[in-house]
């Protein structure tokens, strides 16, 4: 069973900074397979990234992912106060998905 | 509007059962694959199975094989959970979501991600 690690697992960061979450993998996974969600404090989750890069329809362009192998990470450039979320990474592997434990972003 | 509405959530005693749905509307619901994630108090996002859109397939995770049966009625557009022997700890808010499995653009190999999200049905197991 792979397992995902996802740090750090809190970051308070001011508007206009850059947040950078990683989502580490146990062993070596398809790029294809990784994907990122949202999950707002008391609301559905909301896909953001499939594929590992590939913006969800309608994800604004301040969101990126990228990575390769074990590590992948999702870029936050110039975060708002809307981005306050908790981030999940997840993993499609052999009929089997599995969620990171979340990085929750704070906007000050 | 694509939407799915959870429902069937509910207060169970530990070792009863129950079943969730999951309505489905404004999309072709028997050309998606289908699955159920559940988030208890406070924690992250588990997994718990999936149904392929032709229901020839289904999986489940395997901390809960045994206990869980996804089903689906394409004719009605409904995705199905049936939950037995339930403890305190499967207390949480369900979600049904559509599972895309889409081919990249050279066709070498598909994405899996969940697209779309219900709003979630709670079930609350306690004596």
């Known amino acids: 069973e792979i397992v995902l690690t996802q740090t750090p697992g809190t970051l308070s960061l001011s508007p206009g900074e850059r947040a950078t979450l990683s989502c580490r993998a146990s062993q070596s996974v398809a790029s294809n397979f990784l994907a990122w969600y949202q999950q707002k404090l008391g609301q559905t989750p909301r896909l953001l990234i499939y594929g590992a890069s590939i913006r969800a329809t309608d994800i604004l362009d301040r969101f990126s992912g990228s990575g390769s192998g074990t590590d992948f990470t999702l870029i936050i450039t110039r975060v708002e106060p809307e981005d306050s979320a908790v981030y999940y990474c997840q993993l499609y592997d052999r009929s089997q998905f599995t969620f990171g434990p979340g990085t929750t972003v704070e906007i000050k | 509007e694509v939407q799915l509405v959870e429902s069937g959530g509910d207060l169970v005693q530990p070792g009863g059962s129950l079943r969730l749905s999951c309505a489905a509307s404004?999309?072709?619901?028997?050309?998606?694959?289908m699955s159920w994630v559940r988030q208890a108090p406070g924690r992250g996002l588990e997994w718990l199975a999936s149904i392929k859109h032709d229901a020839s397939e289904e999986h489940y995770v395997d901390s809960l094989k045994g206990r869980l049966t996804i089903s689906r009625d394409n004719a009605k557009n409904y995705l199905f959970l049936q939950m037995s022997s339930l403890r305190v700890e499967d207390t949480a808010v369900y979600y049904c979501a559509t599972l895309r499995i889409s081919p990249a653009a050279d066709g070498y190999y598909y994405f899996y991600y969940m697209e779309v999200w219900g709003r979630g049905t709670t079930v609350t197991v306690s004596s």
């Open positions: 404004g999309f072709t619901f028997s050309r998606y694959s």
